[in-house]
Every structure is written in C-alpha cells, then in structure tokens.
C-alpha cells in the first residue's frame, strides 16, 4: 500500500483525489492539506511515500514547499498535478527534483504516475515532455568531455535512466546485478555533481542528446 498526502487549496479536489486514489485498493491517503505551508507539516508529520501537490495556492505554491521539505527530506518523492503547464514552472521543478509533473486533467495517468515515483523513478505528462524537449533543446549547456570523462558503462546506465529504467530494469537491459547498477548510479551522481535521477536524465539530455 502506497502512502500518499495531497495538497490542493481547493477542498472539493482533495477530497475527490482521495476518493479516488483510495477506491484503488492500492493507496492509502494519510492526509490532506490546503496550502503549501500546511503541506509542509503534513509532510513533517506524516512522511508520505509521495506527496502529490497543486502548485497555484494563494501567496505560495507547491513548489515553494518542495522546496522546504527537501530541505529536511532530499529524498522526498514529490509528484505536482497541476492545471498549468507554464514554462517556468517546469523549469524550476526541475531544478530542484522534482518527480513528476502532471497536467489535472489527465486523471487516468495519476495512479501509474505515482506508483511509478515511489519506485523511484520520474513521470512528466505528454504535454509536458513537449514543453521540456523544447527548452531543454534551446538551453543546451556547453559540454566538456574531459570534465566529466564516462565509461561505456556509465553512459549506458546514464541512457536508462534518462529514459525512466528503475534499477531493476537497468540491471536486466544491460546483463548487470542491481547492485552494480546502484554502485554506477552513486558513482555517476558524485561524478557528475548532481544529487537525484531526475538531475542525471537532464544531464544526459542536455549533453549527450534529446529525450528518446
């Protein structure tokens, strides 16, 4: 059973979400909250295995307290569902690890989308895996190769990452133990000076090519 919180500012979507989730049989809803602060304390309190978040609310937005809970939890598995897909917003969700970010409307893809971020892995919407191929591609850094020397291996286990490979999946598409690929991974983050898989799949894009 997947523990979730969920934040919205609007009581009426909390409370469907949660009907929803929990009609599964596959997630518990251990609480809700209504601001980004009160996200937050739930989170402190709680310690969901994801929390899933509007962004939009009042003064702060969910990203604001992404930001606060990674600060006490790095580790935090925080899916935004939200009915924005501005650019800005992706942009910094990014950049601060977020798991995964959903369009509302897309009510179907929520379940798979948090059961795939528990294990670990990153979920972006159709629309707005568009919307990051675009700026991802006009915001190609400059590269050098001999700052950041991989191995085969590496950038092998770097390419399955990006494309979503839990290290399961990875271990098996490249013949390796899990523990290998987990030891590449730690290895592939201090490297290359990032901190969670999200931040490896944009290194590999930004550098190496566009999303496959």
Do not use: W
């Not at 307290?65 to 897909?85: Q, R, W």
């Not at 591609?137 to 085969?152: K, V």
């Amino acid at each position: 059973m997947i523990r979730v919180a969920v934040v919205d500012d609007d009581r009426l979507v909390t409370e469907s979400l949660s009907t929803i989730l929990e009609s599964t049989g596959e997630i518990k809803v251990v609480g809700s909250a209504y601001s980004a602060n009160e996200a937050v304390s739930l989170y402190l309190k709680e310690k969901p295995d994801v929390l899933l978040t509007d962004i939009r609310m009042g003064e702060n937005t969910g990203i604001d307290a992404a930001k606060e809970i990674f600060k006490h939890h790095p580790e935090a598995a925080i899916l935004l569902l939200t009915t924005f897909s501005d650019d800005n917003y992706i942009r910094e969700a990014l950049s601060i690890g977020i798991k995964g970010y959903l369009i509302k409307q897309d009510l179907a893809s929520i379940l798979p989308a948090i059961k795939a971020v528990n294990n670990g892995q990153s979920v972006f919407g159709t629309e707005i895996v568009g919307k990051l191929n675009t700026f991802l591609r006009e915001g190609r850094s400059a590269f050098n190769e001999h700052e950041y020397p991989l191995s085969e291996r590496e950038r092998s286990i770097l390419l399955q990452v990006a494309n979503g490979k839990n290290n399961k999946e990875i271990a098996k598409e490249l013949f390796l133990s899990e523990g290998t690929v987990r030891n590449n991974i730690s290895q592939l983050l201090e490297k290359l000076e990032v901190r969670d898989r999200t931040q490896l799949a944009i290194f590999y894009y930004k550098n190496y090519q566009q999303p496959v």
